[in-house]
């Protein structure tokens, strides 16, 4: 998958807790993004991060959390505040080098997260 | 995963038929245009790209057409084969904005 690797591939999360998704690339890429994917729908975004310690919120950032403490990895908290959280999750990164996002990502395997 | 692609429009054709699948894309402004292949379970991959100043691209058995008039995209595949059958996503960009991705078509090959 590109160098990009995300853990676990299944996931499962009980009422009111906390779960956390991995993502790894090696890359070299400054930017790295995280994507939500529903049946019927495209991908949306939930964060992204440009560069090591900063990161934005994307179009569904409520109920989730990120950092980027280090320029390979970017986690993704799924808290208990987000209601819906089953959902394939896609992590990418890019080279951040053309304009703020154009230039075409590489993806992850996904992690499939479900409710217990 | 097995969630991708429940409802999404399906597009049938016969092994060895040519393929093409389209996209309407909604920024006038978008100029940067790619089309990504994903496979059940798997993380979308990269098919091929084309930027605003050109109508026409063309890779290993794929062209990708843009159609900036009608803000049209497709993406033809000639012989498709049975590797081929996945769910097929669009996704635009305009410089100073973040890519957008469409819902996606599912392509079907039969024998």
């Not at chain 1, 999360?13 to 993502?23: A, D, F, M, P, Y």
């Not at chain 1, 996002?101 to 409710?115: D, I, M």
């Not at chain 2, 038929?17 to 909604?26: E, L």
């Not at chain 2, 097929?88 to 904005?97: G, I, R, V």
């Amino acid at each position: 998958d590109g160098g990009i690797t995300q853990s676990p591939k299944y996931l499962f999360r009980k009422e009111g807790q906390n779960v956390t998704l991995s993502c790894e690339q090696n890359l070299n890429h400054d930017a790295m993004y995280w994507y939500r994917q529903d049946p019927g729908q495209g991908l949306r975004l939930i964060y992204y991060s440009q560069i090591v310690n900063d990161f934005q919120k994307g179009d569904i950032a409520e109920g989730y959390s990120v950092s980027r403490e280090k320029k390979e990895s970017f986690p993704l908290t799924v808290t208990s505040a987000q209601k819906n959280p089953t959902a394939f999750y896609l992590c990418a990164s890019s080279t951040g080098t053309g304009g703020e996002t154009n230039e075409k990502l590489f993806f992850g395997s996904g992690t499939q997260l479900s409710v217990l | 995963g097995e969630s991708v692609g429940l409802h999404l429009p399906t597009l049938s054709v016969q092994e060895g038929d040519n393929s093409i699948i389209n996209c309407a894309y909604s920024n006038s402004a978008s100029d940067y245009f790619i089309w990504y292949k994903q496979e059940s379970g798997k993380g979308p991959q990269f098919i091929i790209d084309i930027r605003s100043n050109m109508d026409k691209r063309q890779g290993q058995r794929v062209t990708v057409l843009l159609n900036k008039t009608v803000k049209h995209l497709s993406l033809q595949i000639a012989a498709t084969q049975p590797g081929d059958s996945a769910v097929y996503f669009c996704a635009e960009n305009a410089l100073t904005d973040k890519l957008i991705f469409g819902t996606g078509t599912r392509l079907q090959v039969f024998p």
